[in-house]
């Protein structure tokens, strides 16, 4: 089982960047597929961003292409999130996850608890 913490959340104008990081406990967190999922007020959790276990692969939203990169760094057990050109509708809770086969828009077996990200017009 691997334990999930983000930080990096904050306050943030319109235009302005952002980097998420996701520590994860354990010795095996090479082995897990990683991602981060948003949920805004009122809205239902979605998808933003995975990455296989070795960091070759990376899947995105749309809505987030161009913007936001996810990267890993395996040694130091953390999975990252930058954030470039952030907008208003950006803002949400922003949740770390993880499984040991694949992270998708409908699948991950281990959360964070989330970190806040607001954007300002």
């Known amino acids: 089982q691997v334990q999930l913490v983000e930080s990096g959340g904050g306050l943030v104008q319109a235009g302005g960047s952002l980097r998420l990081s996701c520590a994860a406990s354990g010795r095996t967190f090479s082995s897990y597929a990683m991602g981060w999922f948003r949920q805004a007020p009122g809205k239902e959790r979605e998808f933003v961003a995975a990455?296989?276990?070795?960091?070759?692969?990376?899947y995105y939203a749309d809505f987030v292409k161009g913007r936001f990169t996810i990267s890993r760094d395996n040694a130091k057990n953390t999975v990252y999130l930058q954030m470039t050109s952030l907008k208003p509708e950006d803002t949400a809770v922003y949740y770390c996850?993880?499984?040991?086969?694949?992270?998708?828009?409908?699948?991950?077996?281990?959360w964070g608890q989330g970190t806040q990200v607001t954007v300002s017009s």
């Open positions: 990455i296989n276990w070795s960091g070759a692969s990376t």
């Open positions: 996850a993880a499984d040991r086969v694949v992270v998708t828009a409908t699948r991950a077996n281990y």
